[in-house]
Every structure is written in structure tokens, then in C-alpha cells.
């Protein structure tokens, strides 16, 4: 009986962490696809094979990532008091975002990474990830104290609809 259990836990360990640990630094080649009104696990949702050149995968995610904060700035309708925080924050995602860049030139196009260098490229990412919060908090919290009520609940939620 504890044999059975303990194989089921391990299965149930391996069958979780396994995609966890495939899935590259980059949106790698597994990615967890999120549709408003899914219900279940999260990481269990959507989940489906990528395919192509992880450089262009990558840039496509930092182009994904500039537009939504080109949608945000649009959004909140800044006021003229209000742009110079907006500009640091924006600041410091460019700088983010160049770190990640630099990143995304190293990945190797039609390489198959072994799990090691999957991990290693994860932690290069999230540490980039990581600085760019850090460096961009102060920024993001300026801004937020100078929005309004209304501005405050967009920046929460920018893309709720009304």
C-alpha cells in the first residue's frame, strides 16, 4: 500500500515538474497558453509544442511586452504632471528590456538545448527579469500615487473591458 502511494506521488511529481523544467527561459518550446474562463490548474491549461528559432521567439515576446506598454500609457491618458514618472517607468522596462535583448542574441537558432542549458537560460532570464522589478519599483510606485482613482484601476487592469 505505502509502495502504490509513494509511486503515485512520485508520478504525480514527475508528471508536474517535467513540463515545468522543459519549458525554456524564452517561452521556450513548451508554453502555457491562458483563455479568459479556463478553470484548472494553471500551468495545465493550453499547453502546447513550440516551434521555430527561440531568437525570434524572443523578440517577438519583448515586442509583446513594449506594446502593451505603449496600450497602458494610451489607457491612462497621462496628464502633463504625470508623464515624467510614466517616462522613468518606461525607462527602466528599455533598460530591462535590453538586458533581455542581449539575452535573446545568445540563444542559438536550431539548437536543441539540453535540460541543463535550458535551466541555465531560465535563471539568466528571470535574474534580468528580477533586476528589471527591482530597478523599475520606486518608478512604478511614483507613478501609481499620481494617478487618479480611475487611472489607478486601469493601471491595475489595463486590459479589462468596461
Not at 499547453?47 to 528559432?53: I, K, L, T, Y
Not at 527602466?92 to 533581455?100: L, R, V, Y
Not at 535583448?101 to 545568445?106: P, T
Request: with cysteine; hydrophobic share 40%.
Amino acid at each position: 500500500m505505502k509502495r502504490t502511494l509513494l509511486a503515485a506521488a512520485l508520478a504525480a511529481t514527475v508528471a508536474i515538474a517535467v513540463p515545468l523544467l522543459a519549458r525554456s527561459a524564452d517561452d521556450g518550446d513548451l508554453r502555457y497558453a491562458h483563455r479568459p474562463g479556463m478553470r484548472g490548474w494553471p500551468m495545465m491549461r493550453g499547453m502546447m509544442m513550440r516551434r521555430g528559432d527561440p531568437q525570434e521567439r524572443c523578440v517577438d515576446r519583448l515586442a509583446r511586452h513594449a506594446a502593451r506598454l505603449a496600450y497602458v500609457e494610451t489607457k491612462l491618458n497621462l496628464t502633463a504632471q504625470q508623464q515624467p514618472l510614466w517616462d522613468k517607468v518606461q525607462s527602466a522596462a528599455q533598460t530591462e528590456e535590453q538586458k533581455e535583448r542581449q539575452l535573446c542574441a545568445s540563444l542559438k537558432p536550431g539548437a536543441e538545448p539540453t535540460m541543463p542549458d535550458r535551466m541555465d537560460r531560465m535563471q539568466q532570464f528571470l535574474s534580468a527579469r528580477l533586476e528589471g522589478l527591482q530597478a523599475a519599483k520606486p518608478a512604478v510606485q511614483a507613478l501609481y500615487q499620481a494617478l487618479t482613482p480611475e487611472q489607478q484601476a486601469i493601471f491595475n487592469r489595463p486590459f479589462r473591458r468596461p
